[in-house]
């Protein structure tokens, strides 16, 4: 049978599967019962995005089955057919899976399957996209020729950074091969049956809506978005049935190739339908369909290292030992030497290693990174300093977290029996800082101490260093610098975003501060961070300058004429979607609430991270609302123009807490209050009613009562 | 460079009030134009457009009527019409192989610094490799010179059928022999249709159909192959190259020369000598920014397709070049040049010029030109253009501001690198067409046609080539053109990349993926002996070799007119692949005739012609014959 045959015989599989779930479920509950799927604002995505419909209730739900998404199952000899059956099948496939969102919001708890992703999900993927740590994904279809291989085909994925979607019959033989699976591990058990596939295309329209800022309803445009910008794939295991086909015809029309190994009745096609029996050869095969190139950095360490492994927790139980900087003396530090001081690729270690201590141990820890180099600048120590955690957390069975003196590793179990000890760690940091920074880092060495005495000793100076550079920092202000900084690393994934980088106010995605961009300038003069001059100041209230307007308009590509660098309501920054918070007004206490992207809650504006989230992104300029890093809070320009951080009425309580340090000072510094942070309201005093806030900060005398309206 | 910018695409309509524009310059400086010419011969003589006018002999001339069915010899009309088919042919044939002699002369004259110089060594080992000539230890211009050589006794040999009929799968191979159609020496085959149609000699159908494919069969195989893979050796092979079509190339403030014809010998001289700094200052003391060469007809194609030179027009376009009041010369070779050049440059500054012994005319300079004196006689061309500039008539020039942007020069080795982009290392060869075999198998493409030939009066300028080509894209067909009809997609924007806009989803998705436009130019009209190469290999790339005539591939050549054409047409269907015609090639008046060549000639080579003037319903035949090529195929 020809391959338009089999799409169309697939395509109307899935259609009559989904008549038959949404006519059920509306025997069961009503054609007037909600349809909402969990966390997140964009209702069904897929729906919403291909067809521009909004269902909220199951009968809006069979409506768009039966009228739209039949309509797109059409049947001529034309490639356009099975392109629109195709899409239509992935439809299908998400209003399957929506009617057991129907019945419950957690259709998939105390399962092995992940099933829908939240927004936040979503949004968590921007960064490592952009940054191509995360190159790619994979949907991995069926059970592979045997656990073994299931298990290290996953593996294979992980340790070149590319997420992997699981359906079907492989998720039973990674698991029952012992292996972890999860968002944090990036492998993902999404559900047993086919239309769980569903769910990642449902995350993928949600990435083009809020990177791309793709208009709701323009089929085209988020075929596009997908082909050109997201680099997924799909690896389907034989047998491969009809609708597995249609399905496939889907992913092609998005531009995801699929890689299959059924030759039965399967039709080859250039660079989308590529028919390869080694199954073994796949991950290769697939990265070469679609033009994914990994930079592999080979380290000799007896463990992976992958960005996979990034999001790793490593539980007591299973842990061999621990440096805990909260209880022992421990420390992370990089230094600038002198050329003969540097012996390159020296990783020295002194003191007892790992197999020293007993199980569980705490033990103290400090590593030294010494470099040098023609164009180092003492300034970039802190930058490289702040790559370690995620060079560490790439390690297999490495758990980092913290910074400075205020860190916590932990080894398992599994990565000490592998072999892995303290020089691993200095192997680690060399290649990275090496590989990362080779354009200023000339020579580089790693010194490990674990000698109790040492590394108290070394703390003690550590933290001399750390003071200063707290010194220069605290006196680099938007004033005291010369230029400030474009970004546009997320341009891959929202074309029209620009971020300008100031010393007070970094990165909307809180990755990249004001030093971060000068180095990335000076690593790569032509690359993503470029000099923005600000000679020319036209406002000095809010933050407008000429050279500023001149940088977004050049490199959003005249998507944007203004901004602002200190205002919420008067040409606000944009945002490319991947931002740590989003800020929003709320209208009664003519205040702001924030929210973070971890929050998942309700806030008294009534609308959640992601719906707020929503209203902006994608390099579109909402006034009102703003994406920004969590440290930019605390930041004496935050809302300058609009009176600073006393509009800030609401926080989630884990945010205020992580924050509060630095807000409390920033607003005795302005404000002269002390403990400013208890006047902001948070999930524990009020979550949806604007008048209960209302009430509390007027009861705690809150400093937004007296000033300005907004509007 | 031009102060106009490019459009992505151009309507007929826009070219048309351009024409009328150029027609009112014409009007007043009192040319004389085809539109008025073609009013003045209309309507044209039955008996010559039925094909049963025999001149053969001076007992005649003999028309058929139903009064007087027989001439007066007896010949009834099928014996007359056969037989004017096939000179009509055999004119064609000797047109295009006699080009493809001369590019081999020039070929043998080839030398180390000389003129003529050997550009792709590769290409000419492998043909050498191909013709079993020692390659191994040689110099390279002794391995030309061999190979030049043996080219040159394909036309005369007395034994043998020609060697580039092996690059045909062996199924067609055996077909052309049991049909007795395989040519041997491509003189003999011209030679022998002359006599076959001599007074008193044959007059039977099925003889002179026969005939006529095997006269065809001797230029696509024989000739023109070799017109174009000389050509190749010499120029080089062609790659995706991007220039600029339509009038608007034309530089107001610039020299322009417009070369015009087929043999790219003579047009690849004078593209060098414009660029020689000397030339380029004298250009600038007569007042020019500069010189701009561009090109007109399939010397247009080669030029453009080599180096990138602009395509003015095609064939039906070359009076308006003139008419823009800014040519300081046309310089021609050989073919399709009108006559009418000569009076119309009197109107104007413009000189025209004729450099062939082969197409001499009255109101030209005449500078012939040889091999041997090419350097020299195109640097003397270049200068008496340059040097007419002052004696531009301002108040008369008039340059429509239509230009297109154009990938040209996709031959087959450059298609298959193209090709091999899309290909995966895991489970791919290179080299091959098989990622073309798996997008048509898969139905992702539909199948392919040959979009070929002129321009003719008969039929709206350029109408047939861009409304077909544009409806076939939509559906998912992809084209490959030569000749006039790839200067039609040309000035429409129909080459560039952009026109994937125009395509159904499945050539869409292809032309992405592999980075072309969706409809692939392969070079002037002996080029379209590329194209049976491409044929060959895609057969014998598909998963199991079959058949040319299997292929879901149809050729057409909507608005031909030249004797060429027919020639061409012959070996396209010989070749086993059905040709929808949009003008009658003379053979209405004989039934017998009409039958085997739309129909019965399909028992020989499994394809037939298909003559529609209806353009409509030309391409909807065209998707159906493809279609069910597809279902014969099981695809």
């Known amino acids: 049978?020809?391959?338009?045959?089999?799409?169309?015989?697939?395509?109307?599989?899935?259609?009559?599967?989904?008549?038959?779930?949404?006519?059920?479920?509306?025997?069961?509950?009503?054609?007037?019962?909600?349809?909402?799927?969990?966390?997140?604002?964009?209702?069904?995505?897929?729906?919403?995005?291909?067809?521009?419909?909004?269902?909220?209730?199951?009968?809006?739900?069979?409506?768009?089955?039966?009228?739209?998404?039949?309509?797109?199952?059409?049947?001529?000899?034309?490639?356009?057919?099975?392109?629109?059956?195709?899409?239509?099948?992935?439809?299908?496939?998400?209003?399957?899976?929506?009617?057991?969102?129907?019945?419950?919001?957690?259709?998939?708890?105390?399962?092995?399957?992940?099933?829908?992703?939240?927004?936040?999900?979503?949004?968590?993927?921007?960064?490592?996209?952009?940054?191509?740590?995360?190159?790619?994904?994979?949907?991995?279809?069926?059970?592979?020729?045997?656990?073994?291989?299931?298990?290290?085909?996953?593996?294979?994925?992980?340790?070149?950074?590319?997420?992997?979607?699981?359906?079907?019959?492989?998720?039973?033989?990674?698991?029952?091969?012992?292996?972890?699976?999860?968002?944090?591990?990036?492998?993902?058990?999404?559900?047993?049956?086919?239309?769980?596939?569903?769910?990642?295309?449902?995350?993928?329209?949600?990435?083009?809506?809020?990177?791309?800022?793709?208009?709701?309803?323009?089929?085209?445009?988020?075929?596009?978005?997908?082909?050109?910008?997201?680099?997924?794939?799909?690896?389907?295991?034989?047998?491969?049935?009809?609708?597995?086909?249609?399905?496939?015809?889907?992913?092609?029309?998005?531009?995801?190739?699929?890689?299959?190994?059924?030759?039965?009745?399967?039709?080859?096609?250039?660079?989308?339908?590529?028919?390869?029996?080694?199954?073994?050869?796949?991950?290769?095969?697939?990265?070469?369909?679609r033009d994914i190139k990994i930079k592999i950095t080979n380290i000799d360490i007896p463990v992976a290292f992958s960005n996979a492994f990034e999001g790793e927790i490593i539980r007591k139980k299973d842990m061999r030992v621990e440096m805990d900087g909260s209880r022992v003396d421990c420390v992370e530090l990089v230094q600038t030497k002198e050329p003969h001081e540097i012996e390159d690729h020296a990783i020295i270690v002194e003191g007892p290693d790992f197999d020293a201590f007993e199980h569980g141990a705490k033990i103290p820890i400090a590593y030294i990174v010494d470099v040098c180099g023609k164009n180092m600048q003492t300034d970039f120590e802190g930058v490289f300093e702040r790559k370690f955690h995620s060079f560490l957390n790439c390690i297999e069975g490495v758990m980092h977290t913290g910074q400075r003196d205020m860190i916590r590793i932990r080894v398992s179990d599994a990565a000490f029996d592998a072999g892995f000890r303290a020089k691993h760690i200095g192997e680690v940091l060399y290649a990275k800082v090496k590989s990362e920074y080779d354009t200023v880092v000339d020579k580089c060495q790693v010194r490990i101490y674990t000698d109790p005495e040492k590394v108290k000793e070394l703390r003690a100076e550590a933290n001399k260093t750390f003071d200063k550079r707290d010194e220069r920092l605290k006196s680099m202000t938007d004033e005291s610098v010369d230029v400030f900084y474009t970004c546009i690393l997320c341009q891959a994934f929202s074309p029209s975003h620009v971020c300008i980088v100031t010393p007070e106010r970094l990165g909307l995605c809180g990755a990249v501060s004001w030093l971060d961009a000068k180095a990335t300038n000076e690593l790569d003069p032509n690359g993503p961070c470029q000099i923005v001059p600000k000679t020319r100041l036209i406002d000095e209230r809010v933050g407008r300058y000429e050279d500023v307007n001149e940088a977004v308009n050049k490199y959003s590509h005249g998507a944007l004429e203004e901004v602002t660098l200190y205002s919420i309501m008067e040409d606000p920054m944009t945002s490319c979607g991947c931002f740590e918070c989003i800020c929003g007004i709320e209208p009664l206490s003519n205040g702001v609430v924030i929210v973070n992207r971890e929050h998942v809650g309700m806030t008294p504006m009534g609308m959640s991270f992601s719906e707020l989230a929503s209203m902006t992104g994608g390099g579109v300029q909402t006034p009102g609302f703003m994406g920004h890093g969590k440290h930019f809070i605390s930041s004496k320009k935050f809302l300058k123009a609009e009176g600073g951080l006393a509009r800030i009425v609401w926080l989630p309580k884990a945010l205020k807490e992580q924050i509060a340090d630095n807000l409390n000072a920033s607003a005795k510094e302005l404000y002269g209050i002390d403990n400013f942070t208890d006047m902001i309201a948070d999930e524990t005093i009020c979550t949806e009613d604007p008048e209960e806030l209302l009430n509390y900060l007027t009861e705690v005398g809150h400093p937004v009562l007296s000033m300005d309206p907004l509007m | 460079m031009s102060e106009i910018n490019s459009s992505t695409f151009i309507t007929l309509e826009e070219m048309e009030a351009a024409t009328n524009r150029l027609l009112e310059t014409a009007a007043k400086v009192g040319a004389d134009t085809w539109q008025q010419r073609t009013k003045n011969q209309t309507p044209h003589c039955k008996f010559g457009e039925e094909g049963i006018c025999c001149r053969i002999c001076t007992m005649g001339p003999c028309r058929i009527t139903p009064k007087a069915p027989r001439g007066i010899c007896g010949c009834d009309r099928d014996g007359i019409v056969g037989r004017n088919y096939l000179r009509f042919t055999a004119g064609g044939s000797a047109t295009h192989s006699d080009h493809g002699r001369s590019i081999a002369h020039t070929l043998y004259l080839s030398k180390d610094g000389g003129d003529y110089q050997v550009r792709d060594p590769e290409k000419l080992i492998r043909i050498a490799k191909e013709w079993d000539i020692e390659t191994e230890g040689r110099d390279i211009y002794d391995i030309a010179h061999e190979v030049a050589e043996t080219g040159l006794l394909e036309y005369g040999k007395p034994f043998g059928t020609q060697r580039f009929l092996k690059r045909a799968p062996e199924v067609r191979q055996k077909k052309w022999h049991d049909a007795g159609i395989e040519p041997r020496a491509i003189d003999r085959e011209v030679s022998q249709s002359m006599h076959m149609t001599h007074m008193g000699c044959s007059s039977k159908p099925e003889a002179l159909v026969r005939q006529s494919l095997r006269a065809g069969m001797s230029d696509g195989w024989g000739g023109s192959m070799m017109g174009t893979e000389f050509s190749d050796v010499l120029f080089g092979t062609p790659k995706p190259n991007d220039t600029n079509a339509n009038l608007g190339v034309m530089e107001e403030d610039m020299v322009n020369i417009i070369v015009h014809g087929h043999d790219p010998s003579l047009s690849e001289m004078v593209v060098f000598y414009a660029q020689d700094p000397e030339m380029i200052a004298l250009a600038k003391e007569m007042g020019a920014k500069g010189i701009n060469v561009c090109g007109v007809c399939c010397t247009a194609n080669e030029v453009a397709m080599r180096h990138g030179i602009p395509m003015a027009g095609n064939f039906l376009a070359q009076e308006n070049v003139v008419l823009t009041g800014a040519c300081e010369a046309i310089v021609v070779d050989v073919q399709c040049i009108f006559p009418a050049l000569g009076p119309l440059s009197k109107c104007f500054h413009t000189k025209f010029i004729t450099t062939s012994e082969i197409a001499q005319m009255p109101d030209s300079e005449y500078i012939e030109f040889h091999e041997e004196n090419a350097g020299e006689n195109a640097r003397k061309i270049v200068e008496m253009a340059v040097r007419n500039f002052p004696n531009r008539n301002k108040d008369l020039v008039y340059i429509p501001k239509l230009k297109t942007n154009a990938t040209v020069g996709y031959s087959l080795e450059a298609i298959k690198k193209c090709l091999d982009g899309v290909?995966?290392?895991?489970?791919?060869?290179?080299?091959?067409?098989?990622?073309?075999?798996?997008?048509?198998?898969?139905?992702?493409?539909?199948?392919?046609?040959?979009?070929?030939?002129?321009?003719?009066?008969?039929v709206r300028h350029d109408y047939a080539h861009i409304e077909l080509m544009k409806k076939l894209i939509a559906n998912d067909v992809i084209c490959v053109v030569s000749g006039c009809s790839a200067q039609a997609a040309a000035k429409a924007g129909l080459l560039s990349k952009e026109a994937k806009s125009l395509c159904g989803e499945g050539l869409k998705r292809v032309c992405e993926l592999v980075d072309i436009p969706p409809i692939l130019h392969m070079g002037s009209c002996v080029d379209i002996s590329r194209m049976m190469v491409l044929v060959a290999d895609l057969a014998k790339d598909w998963t199991e070799e079959i058949d040319i005539s299997d292929l879901p591939v149809v050729g057409c050549a909507p608005e031909y007119m030249s004797e060429k054409a027919v020639s061409i047409g012959n070996y396209v269907v010989s070749t086993g692949i059905t040709t929808f015609l949009g003008v009658n090639p003379y053979t209405k008046g004989g039934p017998a005739i009409e039958k085997l060549l739309q129909g019965d000639i399909d028992e020989w080579v499994g394809a037939h012609f298909v003559v529609e003037t209806d353009m409509e319903k030309m391409c909807d035949q065209m998707i159906e014959t493809i279609e069910q090529k597809r279902v014969g195929l099981g695809i």
Not at chain 1, 145 to 174: N, W
Not at chain 1, 180 to 208: E, K, M, Q, Y
Request: charged content about 20%; some cysteine.
């Open chain 2, 423 to 458: 290909t995966n290392s895991h489970v791919d060869e290179v080299g091959t067409l098989k990622p073309l075999v798996d997008a048509v198998r898969s139905g992702v493409l539909r199948g392919a046609v040959a979009l070929v030939g002129c321009n003719n009066p008969r």
């Open chain 1, 1 to 289: 049978m020809g391959l338009f045959q089999r799409v169309f015989r697939g395509s109307d599989e899935m259609y009559f599967k989904a008549e038959e779930e949404v006519n059920a479920v509306i025997a069961e509950l009503g054609e007037n019962a909600p349809m909402q799927m969990p966390d997140t604002a964009y209702f069904l995505a897929c729906c919403y995005a291909y067809l521009g419909k909004k269902v909220t209730t199951l009968g809006e739900l069979r409506d768009v089955l039966t009228n739209d998404v039949r309509a797109m199952m059409t049947r001529e000899n034309r490639t356009k057919s099975i392109f629109t059956s195709g899409i239509g099948t992935a439809i299908a496939a998400e209003i399957i899976e929506a009617t057991k969102y129907a019945r419950t919001p957690t259709p998939y708890e105390n399962t092995q399957y992940h099933g829908h992703f939240s927004d936040a999900e979503v949004r968590e993927l921007g960064v490592p996209l952009v940054t191509r740590d995360i190159p790619g994904f994979v949907v991995l279809i069926g059970p592979a020729p045997s656990v073994e291989e299931a298990v290290e085909t996953v593996k294979g994925y992980q340790s070149r950074g590319i997420f992997v979607f699981m359906i079907g019959g492989i998720i039973d033989q990674v698991h029952s091969a012992g292996m972890t699976t999860g968002f944090n591990v990036r492998a993902v058990a999404v559900g047993p049956d086919i239309w769980s596939v569903g769910h990642v295309i449902s995350l993928v329209c949600r990435a083009s809506f809020i990177f791309g800022a793709t208009e709701a309803g323009d089929y085209d445009a988020f075929n596009e978005y997908s082909f050109k910008r997201i680099f997924a794939f799909v690896n389907a295991y034989a047998p491969v049935n009809d609708i597995t086909v249609a399905c496939g015809a889907g992913a092609i029309k998005m531009g995801f190739p699929v890689i299959t190994n059924d030759t039965e009745d399967m039709w080859s096609v250039p660079k989308s339908l590529i028919i390869n029996t080694n199954t073994k050869d796949w991950i290769e095969t697939s990265l070469e369909a």
